[in-house]
């Protein structure tokens, strides 16, 4: 059961930074009598006032859980017993943190990864103990019970048209790819791959619809996942290049990365129409920028190219992560990890141009549980506890909330709601005040 406390949150400015307003000057000469009446009334007026109250619910969680915001429910996978003993899912319902349900997980295993999926919750970990030897496992509740509906080998994506798919294997030993139907997991269609690589084309709104798979020879094919057919393939390189080379999609083209001659070229989805080639020092991979392709390599810092025609935008050796917003991107800094926390200087950038339009400063990002949660960002504040702020990606100024006393870390945001671990291990659900 859940469980509720009042917390004394506070708003107020960060100690040891410059105050958003100079000081009017002081006075000279005044009485000292004129100073402790005004004090005397100030310690009145602040007794008097009511403190800021306001109820936060707490949930347990034991050492080495797993949680996570799923929409609206927060889920708490308890870790198996050192006997053997099967994993405990718990799931509360946002945003009271009534308990909803709980149900044993019917495979001892690490579990990491949880999803909605229409009235299904998808629960992923790697089972050691398996027949067919460890590897991933994909368990089907009901949302609304907590029972299970089936259970497969495999990590699943979802595809647009409500399926899902179900992969095994790795680049070394190959593939086993299964599309099944999501209510009780019968099977459309399998593809045994041999050794080689694939990418996924993901689809924020609908999962995936087209992937790459690329052999060590240099053979390369686009296949539809609603199917598994082909739908274009091509020699991209010869053997003597195998492991050398990998191939990605992004948008609408099959990228190529050759890591020995730090080149890049595209080619259609389509039809393998060679469309452009770019070289970048100690280029290792390509990234989705938005409206731009990030080319990152070994060493610190971006390079961003237009993916129409290739052309270089602009380079930084500033930033280590990229990640799109809208039609912003959003930068950390290399090597910015602040000492003893898991923060890090973040600024907002302009995709086409590279421009710092606005620094966020030293934050930690809260896990959104939707997309559209926008982002909130927490550190650690002076003399325990949490500073919490909403960060705008438009213009990359920050506004200050919360002071979370009890909170520790651990943060996800829960549609109004932030959810952060607590001082003594349990989970707390905060109002958050936007």
Do not use: K
């Not at 009901?142 to 179900?166: E, H, K, N, V």
């Not at 050398?244 to 992004?250: E, N, P």
């Not at 990890?337 to 030293?362: F, K, N």
């Amino acid at each position: 059961m859940s469980e509720r406390m009042i917390d004394l949150g506070e708003v107020r400015h960060d100690p040891g930074e410059p105050d958003p307003l100079p000081r009017p000057p002081r006075a000279v000469g005044r009485p000292l009598r004129c100073a402790l009446v005004l004090l005397a009334a100030l310690v009145t007026l602040t007794a008097g006032a009511p403190a800021d109250r306001r109820e936060v619910v707490v949930l347990p969680a034991p050492l080495g859980a797993q949680a996570m915001v799923v929409e609206d429910l927060f889920l708490v996978i308890d870790p198996a017993g050192p006997q053997g003993r099967q994993g405990l899912l718990r799931a509360y319902r946002l945003p009271g943190g009534e308990r909803e349900w709980q149900m044993p997980l019917p495979v001892q295993g690490r579990y990491w990864g949880m999803s909605a999926h229409d009235d299904l919750l998808l629960v992923t970990g790697y089972q050691v103990f398996a027949d067919d030897g460890p590897g991933p496992v994909t368990i089907a509740l009901d949302r609304a019970t907590g029972g299970r509906r089936w259970q497969q080998q495999g990590s699943a994506l979802p595809l647009p048209d409500g399926s899902l798919l179900l992969e095994t294997g790795d680049d070394e030993r190959g593939r086993l790819l299964r599309v099944v139907d999501a209510c009780c997991g019968t099977v459309r269609w399998q593809l045994d791959l041999p050794p080689g690589q694939l990418d996924y084309r993901p689809d924020e709104a609908s999962g995936a619809d087209r992937f790459v798979y690329s052999r060590p020879d240099g053979r390369v094919e686009v296949r539809d996942l609603a199917t598994g057919a082909v739908r274009a393939s091509a020699d991209l390189w010869g053997p003597a290049d195998a492991g050398q080379i990998i191939a990605q999609v992004i948008g609408d083209l099959v990228l190529t990365v050759d890591r020995t001659t730090a080149t890049v070229t595209a080619y259609d989805l389509d039809g393998f129409g060679r469309r452009w080639q770019i070289r970048v020092d100690e280029l290792l991979y390509v990234s989705n920028c938005g409206p731009v392709l990030c080319l990152q390599g070994r060493g610190a810092g971006v390079v961003a190219v237009d993916p129409a025609s290739g052309r270089r935008l602009w380079a930084d050796t500033r930033w280590g992560g990229v990640w799109p917003s809208g039609d912003r991107l959003v930068a950390s800094v290399v090597d910015s990890h602040g000492a003893g926390s898991d923060t890090e200087q973040i600024a907002v950038l302009d995709p086409r141009t590279g421009r710092v339009l606005g620094w966020w400063g030293r934050w930690q990002l809260a896990l959104p549980g939707t997309l559209g949660d926008g982002f909130v960002g927490v550190r650690p504040y002076p003399g325990g506890g949490l500073l919490v702020a909403e960060l705008h990606d438009t213009d990359g100024t920050v506004r200050r909330l919360d002071v979370l006393r009890d909170a520790a870390g651990e943060c996800q945001l829960g549609g109004a709601l932030l959810i952060c671990r607590r001082m003594d291990g349990t989970y707390g659900l905060w109002p958050l005040r936007r």
